[in-house]
């Protein structure tokens, strides 16, 4: 059955007295592509096949650079917004990671195995860290900002299916901040987890055992760890009442 029609092709007349065929209508064309008035002639020969609609739809959305790099600008400034690093010592550190995120080679995070995206990851955590204005360089403000932006690129089809991203998707990190961790330690027994610290003072020694228990409780609920992140916040929403988007908190 033909359930949708591309708007750019034009409309078809479709027989009454057409057999159906394994559920489906069929369509009558001429050759030039407008509808006919259903001649036996067109009838018996003017079937559209299905590959001439693929065609059609393949060359109409067919993506240049330009739409992939607007797509990462798009993305790296609806995701770092202010309250994502809010409190965390300059002003600027929300344009200087928009900035920074908006051109970064999302290639390099196809990696091989666990061990080589978390280098990258680290990596690049310290490379963004680097660009943000003095007194804003916290260590765990561009963990949580890479985190984050790297988790919108994952749900985004164009670039995710561009870079190969989903071979990654199971080694991402949760995006941590004071929300997170606190239902995370909730889950937890106590002192199973430290104190959390704050984005300021967060380091990759708290960061990796929090992401460790973040990993087992995703395991056990069937998911990767990156998206446990809607998960705990939708449940601290419920909790509390408060209507703060994912990645609020510090």
């Known amino acids: 059955m033909v359930s949708f029609w591309p708007s750019h092709l034009p409309k078809l007349l479709v027989s009454a007295k057409a057999p159906a065929v394994a559920g489906s209508v069929k369509i009558y064309l001429t050759r030039s592509g407008r509808p006919s008035k259903l001649s036996p002639a067109v009838i018996a020969s003017g079937v559209l096949h299905?590959?001439?609609?693929?065609?059609?739809?393949?060359?109409?959305?067919?993506?240049?650079?330009?739409?992939?790099?607007?797509?990462?600008?798009?993305?790296?400034v609806t995701t770092i917004r202010p309250s994502v690093?809010?409190?965390?010592?300059?002003?600027?550190?929300?344009?200087?990671?928009?900035?920074?995120?908006?051109?970064?080679?999302l290639g390099i995070f196809q990696a091989k195995d666990k061990?080589?995206?978390?280098?990258?990851?680290?990596?690049?955590?310290?490379?963004?860290?680097?660009?943000?204005?003095?007194g804003a360089q916290?260590?765990?403000?561009?963990?949580?900002?890479?985190?984050?932006?790297?988790?919108?690129?994952c749900y985004n089809r164009f670039?995710?299916?561009?870079?190969?991203?989903?071979?990654?998707?199971?080694w991402m990190e949760i995006p941590l901040d004071r929300l997170i961790a606190t239902a995370l330690k909730r889950k937890g027994k106590r002192g199973e987890l430290p104190r959390w610290p704050g984005l300021k003072r967060l380091n990759s020694d708290v960061s990796l055992r929090f992401q460790a228990f973040a990993k087992q409780i995703a395991s056990e609920q069937g998911i990767s760890r990156v998206h446990l992140d809607m998960r705990l916040w939708t449940e601290e929403r419920e909790k509390n009442g408060k209507p703060h988007a994912p990645g609020f908190g510090s």
């Open 159 to 170: 670039l995710c299916e561009l870079y190969k991203l989903s071979d990654s998707e199971e």
């Open 50 to 76: 299905r590959n001439q609609i693929k065609h059609s739809l393949s060359s109409k959305m067919k993506k240049d650079n330009q739409f992939y790099r607007d797509m990462q600008h798009y993305i790296a």
């Open 85 to 105: 690093l809010r409190n965390q010592g300059s002003e600027g550190v929300i344009k200087a990671a928009q900035k920074h995120l908006a051109v970064i080679n």
């Open 115 to 134: 061990a080589d995206f978390l280098r990258v990851l680290d990596n690049q955590t310290e490379r963004l860290r680097d660009t943000l204005p003095w």
């Open 138 to 153: 916290h260590w765990g403000s561009a963990r949580k900002a890479l985190n984050l932006f790297l988790r919108d690129i």
